[in-house]
């Protein structure tokens, strides 16, 4: 099935990954998991670098941050305190909904991250938790944020070794929440939320922070829907102008799984179950 | 095509193969004689192809041989020792869960790791392990009693209506 490939390296760091990844010459990619790779018909790749044993698993925190090795698997996130305990657990939960035990024990969230699907289920929560993408190429290793990272073309010569979540807005009134919506448990996400936010003791939104996932090219902050929740007293009323408001924001696509307009009923749909469980979350249940 | 050697073992037996690049772990196994790892959907679906890599259930058919260099590989032939069954194989017998046969290797490997790491594991645990292995006979009951009936304790499935809640 996969012929054409010529060559396959386990790199045992990162920087013989970048050197192999010079010499293929656009030839070369690097891999890990391969749930993705393995899908795809790109018969131009000549070289394969599993970077699964160039020391890129691990879960680190330290002073504010919490930084997750590329190659953490999916079932390393789900089990993880570290993630259970960050913001809800709404990493770890995208995590767990991220295809079926066989795929969750290799796929990992540097190659969901890579591959860049609109879909990829780890996005939304990233894209919540302005998480930094810690990316290495020869030139050295450069920050880039979740939200650029995903919208720019990656360059040929680097690789994303390390994606930190900074610890954020937390507070006492505090809640957070994932929503995925699937054909089944273990498929891709028609539509995916993830969201968070914080009331004051008399309801008032203090902060919200909303971002979706296969509803546009990448997954994307609800700017305008964070904005306009933002100082409101949370209600019901309020969840339903956030549910609107959110579909006017997106731009989904049709597809073999569902209409665009679907996806956008469905987006309005589960940003306000998200909210609804922030707000349980926060100690003011509606 | 340049080969390479790849060195593991599988059911506990030293192997040194000698590979493709782009061979894909579920091509070697079979090409080795280890025809219980079935050649289903091959994109990750159906869970037919799946073995265990160093104690987890992984798909076969989406994973190049060269990641599985210096592996634990157990397919279904390595369970029980050829005249006595393992006890999840015994449960998937005495329940009737085995049909056609093409997804039982698969099921009861994910079972196995699910129950080797949990050996506890309740009705949700087994029903998230069987969402990666797809039965086309019949459905997953019997498949869910069989394993249930292994946990510690041995459990019993709930009540369900058809479409039920998991």
């Known amino acids: 099935m996969f012929d054409q490939v010529e060559q396959y390296h386990r790199a045992a760091s990162v920087a013989e990954a970048l050197r192999l990844l010079q010499t293929g010459k656009g030839r070369a990619r690097v891999v890990a998991g391969c749930t993705d790779f393995a899908l795809q018909s790109d018969d131009s790749v000549r070289i394969l670098i599993d970077i699964t044993r160039a020391g890129l698993s691990y879960l680190r925190s330290k002073d504010g941050w919490l930084s997750i090795g590329a190659t953490t698997t999916m079932a390393d996130l789900e089990e993880s305190s570290a993630v259970r305990n960050l913001a809800g657990g709404i990493l770890a939960r995208a995590a767990a909904s991220c295809g079926s035990v066989q795929i969750r024990n290799v796929a990992t969230i540097g190659g969901n991250m890579a591959h860049g699907s609109p879909a990829a289920d780890l996005a939304p929560p990233l894209v919540a938790l302005d998480a930094v993408m810690v990316v290495v190429s020869p030139a050295g290793r450069q920050r880039i944020g979740v939200g650029d990272y995903l919208a720019k073309t990656k360059a040929p010569n680097a690789l994303l070794a390390e994606i930190r979540i900074p610890d954020g807005p937390s507070g006492k009134r505090c809640g957070w929440s994932f929503q995925k919506l699937g054909r089944t448990a273990v498929d891709i996400s028609l539509v995916s939320a993830a969201a968070g936010l914080e009331v004051d003791a008399r309801g008032k939104v203090k902060w919200a922070r909303i971002a979706l996932g296969a509803v546009a090219p990448m997954a994307m902050r609800a700017d305008e829907t964070e904005k306009l929740i933002t100082g409101r007293i949370l209600d019901r009323g309020l969840l339903d102008e956030a549910g609107l408001a959110v579909r006017r924001e997106i731009g989904p696509i049709s597809d073999q799984r569902a209409s665009a307009d679907y996806r956008r009923e469905m987006s309005g749909v589960l940003v306000r179950r998200a909210l609804q469980e922030c707000a349980s979350q926060s100690g003011w249940p509606l | ?166």
């Open chain 2, 1 to 166: 095509m340049k080969s390479l050697e790849l060195h593991l073992t599988v059911n506990g037996e030293e192997k040194c193969w000698a590979i493709a690049p782009g061979d894909l772990l579920l091509d070697v196994l079979r090409r080795e004689g280890y025809y219980g790892v079935k050649r289903g959907c091959e994109t990750g679906e159906c869970g037919a192809c799946t073995v265990l890599l160093n104690g987890k259930a992984v798909n076969s058919c989406m994973m190049f041989a060269g990641h599985a260099e210096g592996a634990q590989v157990m397919t279904i032939e390595g369970l029980g020792n050829g005249t006595k069954l393992h006890p999840l194989q015994e449960a998937f017998l005495d329940h009737g869960a085995v049909q056609c046969g093409f997804c039982t290797p698969g099921m009861i490997l994910g079972a196995k790791a699910l129950l080797d790491r949990h050996p506890d594991a309740g009705e949700n645990l087994v029903r998230e392990t069987m969402a990666g292995h797809l039965c086309r006979c019949t459905g997953y009951r019997k498949a869910v009693e069989a394993v249930l009936a292994v946990s510690t304790p041995p459990r019993k499935v709930r009540k369900q209506t058809a479409g039920g809640k998991r």
